[in-house]
Structure formats: structure tokens, C-alpha cells
Nanobody, 115 residues
Framework: VQLQASGGGLVQAGGSLRLSCAAS????????MDWYRQTPGKQREVVAT???????NYADSVKGRFTISRDSAKNMMYLQMNSLKPEDTAVYYC??????????WGQGTLVTVSS
């Protein structure tokens, strides 16, 4: 499985961005996908999760502001980020777990929220 994240950029506080993650390869084997983020000096943290059955889960810090979704026909996953805050500034990564426990990471995309 290969993952390609895109959509990061610079936005003012209160603004919105949509991140995209394109999956290729053995996409039929993907059971769950996540968005993670990481800031310098901190551990990577999970932001949102979506399962193959479209169940979702969010970190408390983004609930009500971020929405994870996927388009299985296009092998795409998205993260709609609204009401962005400076503390959302991070490198965002997409991640996938397969049914047999393999884990795959995409390259990061930088989101910068200015105050």
C-alpha cells in the first residue's frame, strides 16, 4: 500500500483546509485509516480514524471541528479541518492498517495556522 498526502498550507486562525490522502496498491486489504499529526519535539498523535465500515473517531482536541471521510471508489481519504487554531499547526500524516496487521505511512503535509 502506498499513501500520498496533500492539501497542507498556510491559513489564518478560524479558516479551513481539506487534506487528501490517495491510496494505491493493495487498497482492498485496508481495514482502517487514520490521520496523525506531529509538531517538533512531540510524539505523533492520532487526530482521526475511519474504518472500512465508515466508523469514525476523533481526538478530543479536534471534535466538532474536523471531519474525516473517505471515497472508496477513488481510494481517497480526506480530513476537512474547520475553525483552525494555531495549535493545529503540525505536519499531518495519513496512515493505513491492513486486515493482516501491516501498517503504512504516507509522507507528511505541513499545516500552518497563523494567529
Amino acid at each position: 500500500v502506498q499513501l500520498q498526502a496533500s492539501g497542507g498550507g498556510l491559513v489564518q486562525a478560524g479558516g479551513s483546509l481539506r487534506l487528501s490522502c490517495a491510496a494505491s496498491g493493495r487498497t482492498f486489504s485496508i481495514n482502517r485509516m487514520d490521520w496523525y499529526r506531529q509538531t517538533p519535539g512531540k510524539q505523533r498523535e492520532v487526530v482521526a480514524t475511519i474504518t472500512r465500515g465508515d466508523g469514525t473517531n476523533y481526538a478530543d482536541s479536534v471534535k466538532g471541528r474536523f471531519t474525516i471521510s473517505r471515497d472508496s471508489a477513488k481510494n481517497m481519504m480526506y480530513l476537512q479541518m474547520n475553525s483552525l487554531k494555531p495549535e493545529d499547526t503540525a505536519v499531518y500524516y495519513c496512515n493505513a492498517w491492513t486486515f493482516d496487521g501491516q501498517n503504512y505511512w504516507g509522507q507528511g503535509t505541513l499545516v500552518t495556522v497563523s494567529s
